[in-house]
């Protein structure tokens, strides 16, 4: 039985992270519509089910690769803007941070130095902002 499965599995994608992420969701989906009287969250959770599956299965290997990548790709923004707003955090007690009005450059001065002129490194642009 353990052959047939993977001579039937041979040339098909396989699970990855976005189904992964597919599956969990139509679980939640799942348990809300056991607690809900719609039932609209168990369409949606089988509908997303069977996509996971039909990715899961696929022999378009480089398409289900790429959709792959773009999630990861998506998730690692996310994370990299957490620790964007952590690291921001962290620092708010000594720099404030502006935005320069041309370019949208984001700009860290140290606070309590009163009003002062403020230059964009990337743009040259100078703007005066209270610190």
């Not at 939640?28 to 990715?55: E, P």
Request: hydrophobic share 35%; with cysteine; proline share 2%.
């Amino acid at each position: 039985m353990k052959q047939k499965i993977q001579r039937f599995m041979m040339g098909r994608y396989g699970a990855d992270q976005l189904g992964q992420v597919y599956m969990g969701i139509s679980m939640v989906l799942l348990v809300i519509s056991l607690f809900s009287r719609w039932n609209i969250f168990y369409a949606l959770a089988l509908a997303l089910l069977g996509y996971a599956y039909y990715r899961m299965l696929s022999r378009q290997v480089e398409k289900r690769y790429q959709e792959n990548q773009k999630f990861l790709n998506w998730r690692y923004q996310l994370a990299v803007k957490r620790n964007k707003r952590k690291e921001h955090w962290k620092q708010r007690k000594l720099y404030h941070f502006y935005k320069c009005p041309s370019c949208r450059q984001k700009i860290r001065v140290p606070k309590g130095k009163g009003r002062i002129c403020i230059t964009c490194p990337k743009c040259k642009t100078e703007f005066i902002k209270k610190s």
